[in-house]
């Protein structure tokens, strides 16, 4: 079958999509910025076809998408913005409903959130009202409801990771007494390729969720018995929303936008009504505990195929990563660093550089990282919590600590890194290797483009802590041993 994957280079489309392609389906996947999809793996595979589709602006059909069976339809905005996010998905989804009409598909597949409370959060609101939207296609829409979903990389995993591995004892929002049925990735991939050309399910919507009805503090006193740590949790009936929105964004890696509208839908109880569609699929439903036992597999074999973090709108409202790719020489401040290397240490220094940050850190003054990110979370940016995916693999578009990757191109043996904290200017970091006159160097390239006066006076400001972090940083990826 033809398959429209929407969100493609999304958490659940990376799941999703080798998945489709094992099933022999050709998958026309459609992503706002090409240069961040994968040409890697699965996604170099020859039954893939990839447009670029921005679903925010009015759509001319491309030929390609004409004839198709079935499309699956798995954007949001939810993380885009505290005011705005339902007018976005709205807008969206009305975009997505013109362009499908104009095809021939037989289906679609929505994957929504469970929405059984009379009173529902904005987030949980807007799902519903995009469902609607989708309704008036007059394409047989299936829907699917789900709970928390958890898995390697998403962002109830990590928050919870997070919120579990870093403090030994919680004070926490009464909110914790909230019920949920959380539901592993496993089986929301198995439900959504369930359903597809499944004519029981048209025109219908299906609350899927795991076997487990369990509160936040279960589950975050689960995840750490999993983890074989001892957590003390006390519950504060006082902490408003914005506190603990600020909460969890000083603990977690989520952005402030993210926190708040995970709060306001973290006191709502979202619970299946039925388990019929996992009846008619015959799905053996994981436990919580499994669950994140499975996740923590993917992370330890270095094995995780997609992160909520890696979205644009982790970090900003932009939908494409275009207009940073040329780095700019006019009107900035450059510090360059070349070191010569030996032809045979080549791969290695390739690899140092294709590991730099995460849990690797930055290869010199790492402390002074970790102050910057600490005074960029201070300040609302990102900081330096969203890490890494993969401990050695980098693809364009990765969120690499407070950066985000613009090219990784091994190949051609260059990264290009733009800063995504908070700076009175713009900044890009580029690594490289270069052949003169017979010879090899890394160079290294931190680029400021300042933003008047202030711009200025920062980059003088720290030009001392500059002078020794890219020097001992450049010197340091040519002599790091992996093996050591």
Not at 153 to 158: H, L, M, V
Request: net charge positive; hydrophobic share 40%; glycine share 6%.
């Amino acid at each position: 079958m033809k398959i429209l994957l929407t969100g493609a280079s999304g958490y659940i489309g990376k799941r999703l999509l080798p998945v489709l392609l094992q099933q022999g389906h050709y998958v026309i996947c459609c992503v706002r910025d090409k240069n961040r999809f994968r040409k890697d793996g699965f996604y170099s595979h020859p039954n893939i076809s990839v447009v670029e589709i921005d679903f925010l602006c009015k759509i001319s059909l491309p030929v390609i998408i004409k004839d198709i069976d079935a499309a699956y339809y798995l954007i949001h905005s939810m993380s885009s913005g505290i005011s705005n996010f339902e007018k976005l998905e709205s807008d969206s989804a009305e975009n997505f409903v013109e362009l499908i009409k104009q095809t021939s598909a037989k289906q679609i597949i929505y994957l929504s959130g469970i929405t059984n409370e009379n009173k529902l959060s904005r987030h949980l609101s807007s799902r519903k009202n995009v469902e609607e939207i989708l309704k008036h296609s007059f394409v047989p829409l299936t829907v699917l409801k789900a709970g928390i979903i958890v898995g390697s990389g998403s962002a109830s995993f990590e928050i919870i990771r997070d919120l579990v591995e870093k403090l030994p004892v919680m004070i926490a929002p009464k909110w914790l007494k909230t019920k949920h049925q959380p539901i592993a990735i496993r089986n929301v991939i198995e439900c959504l390729t369930g359903v597809l050309m499944n004519e029981k399910t048209y025109n219908n919507s299906f609350d899927i969720g795991g076997p487990d009805i369990i509160n936040y503090k279960e589950m975050l006193l689960q995840f750490a018995e999993v983890r074989g740590l001892k957590r003390l949790i006390l519950a504060l009936p006082v902490m408003t929303p914005r506190l603990s929105s600020y909460w969890l964004y000083f603990v977690t890696a989520t952005s402030y936008k993210l926190a708040v509208n995970l709060v306001n839908s973290m006191k709502i109880e979202i619970i299946a009504k039925d388990d019929s569609l996992t009846k008619m699929l015959d799905l053996k439903l994981i436990s919580y505990k499994d669950a994140v036992r499975l996740a923590f597999d993917k992370i330890e074999q270095n094995i995780v195929p997609s992160s909520w973090k890696d979205s644009l709108v982790s970090s900003s409202q932009q939908n494409t990563l275009q207009p940073h790719i040329n780095v700019p020489v006019n009107g900035c401040l450059i510090d360059k660093r070349i070191k010569e290397v030996n032809e045979s240490m080549i791969e290695q220094i390739l690899s140092n550089v294709w590991s730099i940050g995460g849990d690797r850190g930055w290869y010199y003054g790492n402390w002074l990282w970790h102050l910057r990110g600490f005074l960029d979370k201070v300040f609302g940016g990102v900081g330096l919590r969203r890490g890494r995916t993969n401990a050695s693999a980098i693809n364009t578009g990765d969120t690499l600590d407070f950066w985000r990757v613009l090219i990784a191109d091994k190949e051609n043996k260059r990264l290009l890194l733009y800063a995504e904290m908070k700076l009175p200017g713009e900044a890009w970091l580029e690594f490289k290797i270069i052949a003169l006159n017979g010879k090899y160097f890394l160079q290294q390239t931190a680029t400021f483009r300042p933003k008047g006066l202030l711009g200025r006076l920062y980059w003088y400001s720290v030009f001392p802590f500059h002078y020794f972090v890219f020097d001992g940083m450049a010197r340091n990826i040519i002599k790091y041993d992996m093996n050591q």
